[in-house]
């Protein structure tokens, strides 16, 4: 038996290439490979939609805009009131990203609005 640990099996599915090159690389290279990985990871893992909606709402539509998400949404009050759901409401959401990676989700009351049956 080989006093050295046993050469990891890589994850099934892996390009055999990868594993090869993978297996030319120094420490410091396998670093740099796995935070690149990380960025691509992030870069990859787009969430499709921002928006968090309050626990009740009902998200009717999202659109993507230049700089905001077009969201349109009905609203239940909760209460207990004959008029739920309230709306739909149209809402202009920004995202604020912060130095620590993380974002803050402005919602801007637009007004009522119709929506076409489609
Ligand atoms: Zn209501």
């Not at 009717?60 to 230049?66: F, G, I, N, Y």
């Not at 995202?95 to 076409?116: A, K, M, N």
Request: proline content about 10%; glycine content about 6%.
């Amino acid at each position: 038996m080989s006093r050295y640990p046993k050469k990891p099996t890589p994850p099934e599915g892996m390009p055999e290439q990868l594993v090869a090159d993978l297996n030319q690389l120094n420490a410091e290279d396998l670093r740099k490979t796995i935070i690149h990985a990380q960025e691509l990871l992030n870069f990859h893992d787009e969430t499709p939609s921002p928006v968090e909606p309050n626990s009740g709402d009902d998200i009717l539509k999202v659109t993507e805009r230049d700089g905001y998400t077009e969201v349109v949404k009905q609203v239940f009050c909760g209460e207990d009131c004959g008029d739920c759901p309230h709306g739909p409401y149209l809402y202009h959401v920004e995202q604020e990203p912060h130095p620590d990676g993380t974002e803050t989700s402005y919602w801007r009351f637009i007004g009522e609005v119709q929506l076409d049956d489609e």
